[in-house]
């Protein structure tokens, strides 16, 4: 599946899933919880929302094991769970899996109808260099990437990064120790003179070039606002003939009642999709406060489209 995923993002353009967390706060989830526990407490909700993903039309479907490393579990005194609950996340994605194909008639050798599992890696949680040494970071990332992978991911996906060392060390590790295709992508933030940089101060530019070095298959952008990242796209592009991904939130997140929410609606967000392509991206799906409503917009859209050059 690995070599069908990479020819794929190299021709055509493809779905991404949407936000997980709306969703299980929509299902009870409160913020005192670990999602990742969900995995072993509440299986069915969440194999339920990968569910809708892949109804909806996504074509890579992300393992609910963004926290699920031994040092961001530990950071809850949870860290004996990281191997159930990356076992689990990864098993729920396939029940998910095997569900849409049945309730579809879809044969699973069709090439048209290929979907992928995305294996999940978040920040850590502590500061790299700092708080941490790389070897204790590096033994964390590798407990997780060995049940991932064990459990037979397609790919990873090392997401909302704002340190650029952390997430270029953990593309070497996970390409180095499994030779799974890596997707990763960065969170970056418009600085007052209008330039963009990560919270770590990481441009761009150089971005670009440590990712790739890295051996980074895709990478790009997540958790901001749409309006913001079709411009660090264009840079991107400018520098790097990558596939890039492009998945914003739903907007500025608000509190209302204690719970989060996101006012832009599915219907308006598609209507950045045209300047998301033309930037570059062909990647696309959606990150906090998007719905299946949205991925089923997108798909319908891009789906199986040629890539943008």
Known sequence: ??????????????VLDGGFGTMLQERGHTPD???EEWNISRPDVVRDIHLEYFLAGAQIVTSNT??????????????????????????LVREALTLFRER???????REEDRFIAGSVGPCGRMLDMELNRNEFERSIMAQAKVLAEEGVDLFIVETMMDLNEAELAVRILK????????ASMVFNRTRQGSFRTLFGNTVQNTVESLVEAGADALGVNCGLVQDYIEVIGQMRERTDKPLVLYPNAGIPK?????????????EMIRSV???????????????????EYIGLLARRIKHTKRPQ
């Open 1 to 14: 599946m690995a070599g069908s995923f990479l020819r794929i993002i190299e021709d055509e353009c493809v």
């Open 33 to 35: 919880q670990l999602p």
């Open 66 to 91: 963004f926290g699920a490393s031994p040092l961001k579990l530990g950071m809850r005194g949870k860290e004996a769970l990281t191997e159930e609950a990356n076992r689990r996340g990864v098993q």
């Open 104 to 110: 579809s008639g879809i044969p699973a050798a069709e």
């Open 176 to 183: 180095r120790e499994t030779e799974l295709p890596v997707i």
């Open 255 to 267: 509190l209302k009642g204690g719970m989060t929410y996101f006012e832009v609606a599915p219907e």
């Open 274 to 292: 045209d300047a998301s392509l033309q930037a570059g991206a062909s990647i696309l799906g959606g990150c906090c406060g998007t719905t299946p």
